[in-house]
Protein backbone atom coordinates (compact mmCIF):
# COMPACT_ATOMS: atom_id res chain seq x y z
CA UNK A 1 0.00 0.00 0.00
CA UNK A 2 1.16 3.50 -0.90
CA UNK A 3 1.06 6.66 0.95
CA UNK A 4 -0.05 9.94 -1.02
CA UNK A 5 -0.80 13.11 1.27
CA UNK A 6 -4.36 14.58 0.44
CA UNK A 7 -2.27 18.11 -0.09
CA UNK A 8 -0.36 16.52 -2.95
CA UNK A 9 -3.82 14.61 -4.57
CA UNK A 10 -5.58 17.79 -4.63
CA UNK A 11 -2.93 19.79 -6.32
CA UNK A 12 -1.46 17.31 -9.17
CA UNK A 13 -4.10 14.72 -8.78
CA UNK A 14 -3.38 11.95 -11.25
CA UNK A 15 0.06 12.66 -11.71
CA UNK A 16 0.39 11.57 -7.81
CA UNK A 17 -0.88 8.93 -8.60
CA UNK A 18 1.53 7.64 -11.33
CA UNK A 19 4.23 6.11 -9.30
CA UNK A 20 1.61 3.74 -8.03
CA UNK A 21 1.73 0.54 -9.38
CA UNK A 22 -1.30 -0.46 -11.20
CA UNK A 23 -3.68 -2.45 -8.82
CA UNK A 24 -2.45 -1.15 -5.45
CA UNK A 25 -4.24 0.47 -2.42
CA UNK A 26 -3.40 3.69 -1.93
CA UNK A 27 -3.97 5.78 1.36
CA UNK A 28 -4.47 9.19 1.73
CA UNK A 29 -3.08 11.14 4.23
CA UNK A 30 -3.64 14.71 6.17
CA UNK A 31 -2.15 16.40 8.41
CA UNK A 32 -4.56 14.98 10.91
CA UNK A 33 -3.58 11.59 10.13
CA UNK A 34 -4.95 8.91 7.69
CA UNK A 35 -8.19 10.10 5.75
CA UNK A 36 -9.39 7.42 2.99
CA UNK A 37 -8.39 4.78 1.04
CA UNK A 38 -8.24 4.85 -2.49
CA UNK A 39 -9.08 1.36 -3.99
CA UNK A 40 -8.56 0.16 -7.26
CA UNK A 41 -11.88 -0.98 -9.44
CA UNK A 42 -11.20 -4.48 -11.05
CA UNK A 43 -13.41 -6.87 -11.94
CA UNK A 44 -17.20 -6.87 -11.01
CA UNK A 45 -17.61 -3.53 -8.85
CA UNK A 46 -20.91 -4.63 -7.83
CA UNK A 47 -19.17 -7.41 -5.77
CA UNK A 48 -16.60 -5.12 -4.86
CA UNK A 49 -19.09 -2.70 -3.61
CA UNK A 50 -20.64 -4.97 -1.20
CA UNK A 51 -17.51 -6.23 -0.29
CA UNK A 52 -16.22 -2.66 0.77
CA UNK A 53 -19.69 -2.30 2.48
CA UNK A 54 -19.29 -5.31 4.61
CA UNK A 55 -15.70 -4.34 5.38
CA UNK A 56 -16.93 -0.56 6.70
CA UNK A 57 -19.77 -2.55 8.66
CA UNK A 58 -17.37 -4.47 9.90
CA UNK A 59 -14.78 -1.69 10.94
CA UNK A 60 -18.09 0.40 12.31
CA UNK A 61 -18.85 -2.49 14.70
CA UNK A 62 -15.63 -3.06 16.29
CA UNK A 63 -15.28 0.63 16.80
CA UNK A 64 -18.71 0.64 18.75
CA UNK A 65 -17.57 -2.80 20.82
CA UNK A 66 -14.33 -0.89 21.78
CA UNK A 67 -16.89 2.65 22.68
CA UNK A 68 -18.80 0.33 24.57
CA UNK A 69 -16.06 -0.92 26.63
CA UNK A 70 -14.43 1.94 27.54
CA UNK A 71 -18.36 3.44 28.56
CA UNK A 72 -19.93 0.59 30.35
CA UNK A 73 -23.68 1.21 30.85
CA UNK A 74 -25.74 -0.85 32.97
CA UNK A 75 -29.35 -2.41 32.47
CA UNK A 76 -30.77 0.47 34.58
CA UNK A 77 -29.26 3.19 32.66
CA UNK A 78 -30.31 1.12 29.36
CA UNK A 79 -34.14 1.37 31.12
CA UNK A 80 -33.62 4.96 31.75
CA UNK A 81 -32.56 5.47 28.23
CA UNK A 82 -35.59 3.88 26.73
CA UNK A 83 -38.35 5.31 29.18
CA UNK A 84 -37.00 8.76 28.74
CA UNK A 85 -36.86 8.19 24.61
CA UNK A 86 -40.77 6.81 24.95
CA UNK A 87 -41.74 9.76 27.20
CA UNK A 88 -39.91 12.35 24.77
CA UNK A 89 -42.08 10.35 21.68
CA UNK A 90 -45.45 10.38 23.29
CA UNK A 91 -44.88 14.16 24.33
CA UNK A 92 -44.06 14.87 20.43
CA UNK A 93 -47.11 12.39 19.67
CA UNK A 94 -49.70 14.53 21.90
CA UNK A 95 -48.70 17.86 20.29
CA UNK A 96 -48.96 16.73 17.14
CA UNK A 97 -52.44 15.21 17.72
CA UNK A 98 -52.90 18.88 19.50
CA UNK A 99 -52.01 20.55 16.59
CA UNK A 100 -54.18 18.25 14.41
CA UNK A 101 -57.53 19.27 16.45
CA UNK A 102 -56.69 22.88 16.35
CA UNK A 103 -56.68 22.64 12.53
CA UNK A 104 -58.95 20.28 11.62
Known amino acids: MRQVSLREFRTRGAKALEKVPRGETVLLSGQK????FLIPAVGDLAEQDMDLRRAMARASLRQSATLAA????TDEEI?????AARAER???A??????KKKIG
Open 33 to 36: GPAY
Open 70 to 73: AFPI
Open 79 to 83: EQEIA
Open 90 to 92: DVR
Open 94 to 99: QRRDER
